[in-house]
């Protein structure tokens, strides 16, 4: 989906760097302001360099941290609205069960925002996920709202509505070097393009990107294994049948959780992942790592057969992702601290497809001046000491 055949133009009111899932919301959401927006990607589309090819993602309203869980209305309202604007679906309403040990401070913080009826015991979790065997001592809530984005399908979606409102797409083109000031410069090995507001969502690459604007954010690249499992009785865990999504928290074995969904993008495979992985330099993503290239794999197949021993243990397709983490697993949303008028979008840690309509709104807002529809205190820079450095 190379872009040189769109016209060349030099000046624009906003540029965005990084055409994810997070800096297409946020050149969507310049574009719907009626300002002329540049949308760079340094890779031709569509590819699965990054971190928002694929087909599925899971969405919810459970949150265990109030500030996702106050944003998520929103983010289902924009999604709706970007299926209405696409004349097309994106989201399917599974449900989502999330389980683990009573007590577990995540799970707790999850149950804090359900409703006394979002409780299932045993029983109900057996009616409602046949395939899903519960280990003495779990606790299992219900988010009825939860279900599969499609991924894939969302991307171009809504890259198509931001070109439609007359944003410029231009993908094949490697950020080279950007020269602050009140109106920015970014040359790329396409063009020189100026404007005065620009925002970097770069994914894996934003530390690169920041590195020359004197900014070391606390960023770490990681390699996920994206597991897909066969069925042992055909139709068992299918996308048509009641079987819901599910997240298990809290459980020893796998601190930082396991996430599934049902098999809708390979017939009878359902998706099983562990929410974390290696590091990684993102520009040696597809290169086998040293040692056991898949360490997750073990995990996953022990989960499986305590939890859904109706799937085989050994993984049928093995694909890869990348999630950018921060320290804290919580997004950065913030201004470049000696640049206002640069802002940045970046960390989203394997959490943040769900919400990348709220963010692009955001990052929107923030780079023109406005007050955020949502606090972003919990996304500020500020929280991570001695980020801001001499340029070089």
């Known amino acids: 989906m190379a872009a040189l055949s769109q016209p060349q133009q030099a000046s624009y009111d906003a540029i965005v760097i990084g055409a994810g899932i997070q800096g297409s919301f946020a050149a969507y959401h310049l574009a719907q302001r009626h300002r002329d927006t540049l949308l760079l990607e340094q890779f031709v589309l569509p590819h699965s360099r990054g971190s928002s090819h694929g087909q599925s993602r899971i969405t919810r309203s459970a949150y265990p941290q109030a500030h996702y869980a106050r944003m998520m209305p929103d983010s289902f309202l924009l999604w709706q609205r970007l299926e209405a604007e696409a004349g097309t679906s994106l989201y399917r309403r599974t449900g989502l069960v999330v389980l683990g040990p009573a007590g577990d401070p995540k799970l707790e913080g999850c149950r804090r925002g359900a409703g006394p009826g979002d409780t299932l015991d045993a029983a109900a979790l057996a009616q409602r996920f046949p395939g899903l065997r519960p280990r003495a001592g779990d606790v299992a809530l219900w988010d009825g709202s939860g279900g599969v984005l499609r991924a894939d399908r969302a991307l171009r979606a ?50 690169a990107v920041l590195a020359p604007l004197g900014l070391r954010l606390p960023l770490q690249p990681l390699r996920i294994d994206v597991c897909y499992w066969k069925e042992k009785e055909p139709g068992s865990y299918s996308a048509g049948t009641a079987t819901p999504c599910f997240m298990a928290l809290g459980l020893p074995e796998a601190p930082h959780g396991i996430y599934g969904l049902p098999a809708l993008e390979y017939p009878g495979l359902v998706k099983v992942c562990y929410h974390h992985g290696r590091p990684v330099d993102p520009e040696d993503r597809d290169r086998a790592p040293p040692g056991a290239p898949h360490p997750d794999v073990a995990l996953l197949s022990s989960f499986i057969s305590s939890y859904l021993p109706g799937l085989e243990l050994q993984p049928a397709v093995l694909e890869t992702c990348m999630y950018t983490n921060t320290p804290d697993g919580d997004f950065i949303l913030d201004r470049h601290p000696k640049h206002s008028n640069i802002v940045i979008g970046a960390g989203f840690s394997g959490h943040g497809f769900k919400l990348a309509p709220v963010v692009g709104k955001l990052l929107c807002q923030l780079s023109l001046g406005e007050e955020p529809s949502h606090s972003t205190a919990p996304f500020a820079i500020g929280r991570f000491p001695g980020v801001l450095r001499a340029a070089l």
Not at 158 to 185: C, M, N, W, Y
């Open 158 to 207: 809504v890259q198509d509505v931001f070109r439609r409102h007359g944003g410029t797409l231009r993908d094949g083109e490697k950020v080279l070097s950007i020269q602050p000031g009140a109106v920015l410069t970014v040359t790329t090995t396409g063009g020189v393009y100026r404007a005065p507001r620009l925002i970097i969502t770069a994914g894996a690459w934003t530390s």
